[in-house]
């Protein structure tokens, strides 16, 4: 029986030769790039954010009517009734954020847990903790009421915790194969998710990154904080006349009466910037503008935010970016398989070019053959 393939042909030895080449320069590069890259099971990370000077009611001062630490010059300060604005205080804030995931019964859902340490001139002023079962593919939480959140205002001593809630929204982590479009992103603060844009695209460091933006307007804390017991929370609020709540310049621009009786009440929003490593989904920088303050009501509180003018009553407020080490070490955790990556791109490249030569080689040999025969 003749044989289809001569095998002792050189032409066909180039053309299966030109064949593979071009086979596994089309197929390893986007075949590492695309595989499924589940969340892994044993991570465990620290995130620390850079030293940021902001304002801040020294709120037990104010609660036992002491006398402002410092009066700035102003004589309405030296009193023991002096007014709130008094109170506030400049402190030097961190935050530290420790991230583990671990395995559960089910290999495609992974536990994650997260512990917040907020720190405020060396002392520890709050702490939240964290944990949600997420699907290992999507990194979103699964259905059901498997997350639990805890928080402690140590400066208060006062907390309160909410088990067994549904999350939505992502959080720790974005999706492996992250695309150029918006994600819900869960807030711990609203306990809701909202959208997160996509921005833009920068490297880091030669790494490919993808940015995306936040904004929450006031919501208040009170609300968003359903699940703690309100008197809890009731040390957040603040009332009397409106002269000892606003200096005079925001007397007039909310149109209060100095004798006025007002309610103030805890008020939460930030602006947020994250960059991702859009192949393994990790979260490579986070810049946060935060704002608790007081504010009478939500549109005072919007018109605060609009007017810069939340420091004369925050109880907390910060301009926080990851530290350059923690930036750093998100970085190198990623840089495997992006330079993987990398060199099978130029392998893939190569090998096409390879192939395209011996393509080539095979056509001359292939018009050379005919020549001899004619």
Excluded at 75 to 102: F, G, H, K, N
Excluded at 181 to 193: E, I, K, L, V
Excluded at 309 to 334: H, I
Aim: aromatic content about 8%; proline content about 6%.
């Amino acid at each position: 029986m003749k044989r289809l393939i001569n095998w002792s042909s050189r032409m066909t030895r180039v053309i299966v030769a030109a064949t593979v080449f071009l086979l596994l320069g089309s197929v390893l590069p986007p075949l590492y790039k695309n595989q499924a890259r589940p969340l892994p099971l044993n991570l465990n990370f620290t995130v620390t954010t850079e030293p940021a000077t902001g304002p801040a009611l020294n709120i037990l001062r104010a609660l036992h009517h002491e006398k402002p630490a410092d009066p700035h010059g102003n004589p309405a300060c030296e009193s023991e009734q002096a007014p709130l604005y008094c109170y506030i205080e400049d402190r030097v804030t961190t935050l530290q954020r420790v991230t583990t995931t671990s395995a559960t019964n089910d290999d495609a859902v992974a536990s994650a847990n997260s512990s917040l340490k907020v720190e405020a001139d060396g002392k520890t002023i709050a702490e939240f903790n964290e944990s949600s079962l997420l699907n290992r593919e999507s990194a979103y939480p699964i259905p059901g009421l498997n997350s639990s959140q805890q928080f402690n205002i140590t400066s208060l001593g006062t907390g309160a915790s909410s088990m067994d809630f549904e999350r939505d929204g992502i959080s720790y982590f974005f999706p492996a194969k992250a695309e150029q479009r918006s994600y819900p992103y869960f807030d711990p603060m609203t306990q809701t998710a909202a959208p997160i844009d996509f921005t833009g695209t920068e490297k880091r460091e030669t790494i490919p990154t993808y940015s995306f933006h936040q904004e929450i307007d006031p919501v208040s804390v009170v609300d968003s904080l359903s699940f703690a017991q309100q008197d809890n929370l009731e040390q957040l609020r603040r009332s009397g006349p409106a002269k000892a709540m606003f200096k005079p310049e925001s007397l007039e621009r909310f149109g209060l009466s100095p004798t006025e009786h007002v309610i103030l009440e805890p008020f939460y929003t930030v602006k947020r910037d994250v960059w991702v490593e859009p192949t393994t989904g990790t979260i490579l920088d986070v810049h946060e503008d935060i704002k608790i303050f007081l504010a009478t009501d939500a549109d005072q509180a919007r018109q605060m935010v609009e007017e810069n003018d939340t420091a004369d009553r925050a109880l907390f407020q910060a301009d926080m970016s990851w530290s350059e080490a923690t930036k750093q070490e998100r970085l190198d955790s990623v840089r495997t398989t992006i330079e993987s990556a990398k060199i099978l791109s130029i392998v893939g490249w190569v090998g096409k070019v390879i192939g395209v030569v011996l393509l080539a080689y095979a056509a001359s040999l292939y018009m050379r053959r005919h020549r001899d025969r004619a």
